[in-house]
């Protein structure tokens, strides 16, 4: 794919996954998705009617977050009603590790649990969506491809695809030789971590998106773009 086509891609206006590998974006033509964080006020205030006006303005799929062993105050069955109801398919879905806040749907807390209703409801991934300031330490990060491999052992036993979205963070150094995010990405299996490149998060760092989607083929199925 050209650069250019590439950045004229990148400038939609919401931050959305495309659940594809990069390589095949130009022909595939799958649809944008929309991670339901950005409409968190709405999905707060009434969650049918939400997803409902999201149906209307045309689409799909979506990226889901607040996993805590119920949907939004729903559970699986009462969830996924609303989702036929609108013709709504949840692609991803995000998750915190759990490491210091041992909450309800984090990796660390009856994880097989949040497996088994993430793929009742359809979800093709699951993802570690962010690591809060008190787990950015060497010695965590040292950890953290344990986890992510665990926790992607067991997504993939549901037909489940683990990955990891990053921040700004991950860049920082990790040692003299790599920042975390290259750590994270050589301490863990292709096959059961895959990456959720958010493009926002990786230019503010002032890196090159394209540079990892080339060094790393086959491991960015999905991408978020503000």
Same mark, same amino acid.
């Given at each position: 794919?050209?650069?250019?086509?590439?950045?004229?891609?990148?400038?939609?206006?919401?931050?959305?996954?495309?659940?594809?590998?990069?390589? !095949?974006?130009?022909?595939?033509?799958?649809?944008?998705?929309?991670?339901?964080? @950005?409409?968190?006020?709405?999905?707060?205030? !009434?969650?049918?009617?939400?997803?409902?006006?999201?149906?209307?303005? $045309?689409?799909?799929?979506?990226?889901?977050?607040?996993?805590?062993?119920?949907?939004? $105050?729903?559970?699986?069955?009462?969830?996924?009603?609303?989702?036929?109801? @609108?013709?709504?398919?949840?692609?991803?879905?995000?998750?915190? @590790?759990?490491?210091?806040?041992?909450?309800?749907?984090?990796?660390?807390?009856?994880?097989?649990?949040?497996?088994?209703?993430?793929?009742?409801?359809?979800?093709?991934?699951?993802?570690?969506?962010?690591?809060?300031?008190?787990?950015?330490?060497?010695?965590?990060?040292?950890?953290?491809?344990?986890?992510?491999?665990?926790?992607?052992?067991?997504?993939?036993?549901?037909?489940?695809?683990?990955?990891?979205? !990053?921040?700004?963070?991950?860049?920082?150094?990790?040692?003299?030789?790599?920042?975390?995010?290259?750590?994270?990405?050589?301490? @863990?299996?292709?096959?059961?971590?895959?990456?959720?490149?958010?493009?926002?998060?990786?230019?503010?760092?002032?890196?090159?998106?394209?540079?990892?989607?080339?060094?790393?083929?086959?491991?960015?199925?999905?991408?978020?773009?503000?």
């Amino acid at each position: 794919m050209l650069r250019k086509d590439f950045l004229q891609l990148s400038s939609l206006g919401f931050l959305g996954l495309y659940s594809c590998g990069i390589s !095949n974006m130009k022909s595939s033509r799958k649809p944008l998705a929309i991670q339901l964080y @950005t409409v968190r006020n709405a999905i707060s205030d !009434n969650l049918e009617k939400a997803l409902e006006r999201l149906a209307s303005l $045309g689409f799909t799929e979506l990226e889901i977050y607040g996993y805590n062993g119920n949907f939004f $105050g729903k559970n699986k069955t009462e969830f996924l009603s609303v989702l036929n109801n @609108t013709g709504l398919k949840v692609i991803s879905s995000h998750h915190q @590790t759990g490491v210091i806040k041992n909450e309800a749907g984090t990796l660390t807390n009856n994880w097989e649990k949040s497996v088994e209703d993430l793929h009742f409801i359809g979800a093709k991934f699951m993802v570690c969506s962010y690591l809060i300031p008190e787990e950015r330490s060497i010695e965590k990060y040292k950890k953290l491809p344990q986890l992510l491999e665990i926790s992607g052992e067991l997504t993939k036993k549901a037909g489940i695809q683990f990955a990891y979205h !990053n921040h700004d963070f991950e860049f920082d150094k990790f040692d003299e030789k790599q920042n975390v995010y290259d750590f994270i990405l050589a301490q @863990t299996s292709s096959d059961l971590v895959k990456m959720e490149l958010d493009l926002y998060w990786i230019s503010k760092a002032r890196l090159d998106p394209l540079y990892y989607f080339e060094k790393h083929p086959n491991r960015f199925p999905l991408w978020h773009k503000i």
